[in-house]
């Protein structure tokens, strides 16, 4: 069974960063394209980044562009969200998603990710 665990979260101020990880479980992370997504107080889940197997393709929405950067370090089955310039509406829990059998491309449509993490809580805060 695969399990996927995040961990990194916390409180930072503006302009603070965060990394995040992702550790999977029950198999291995180069067979899979990993998604970050978040979801704030009051909203609906959206999608911030993916990366796609073989780091072929690496996607991230426009309001995270040249501040997140998704990575992954297949031989210790983890995947990365750096989190750089950090914003107040960058505030939400955020989770990963494993997609199996999408090689060499991406995408944040929520219903393809066939594991889904517990989520960690980011906040940015003054």
């Known amino acids: 069974q695969v399990e996927l665990v995040e961990s990194g979260g916390g409180v930072v101020q503006p302009g603070g960063s965060l990394r995040l990880s992702c550790v999977v479980s029950g198999s291995t992370l180069d067979e899979y394209a990993i998604g970050w997504f978040r979801q704030a107080p009051g909203k609906e889940r959206e999608g911030v980044s993916c990366l796609s197997t073989s780091d072929a393709m690496t996607y991230y929405v426009d309001s995270v562009k040249g501040r997140f950067t998704a990575s992954r370090d297949n031989a210790e089955n983890t995947g990365y969200l750096q989190m750089e310039s950090l914003k107040v509406e960058d505030t939400g829990v955020y989770y990963c998603?494993?997609?199996?059998?999408?090689?060499?491309?991406?995408?944040?449509?929520?219903?393809?990710?066939?594991?889904w993490g517990q989520g960690t809580q980011v906040t940015v805060s003054a």
């Open positions: 998603a494993a997609d199996y059998g999408m090689v060499g491309l991406c995408v944040l449509t929520q219903y393809t990710y066939d594991v």
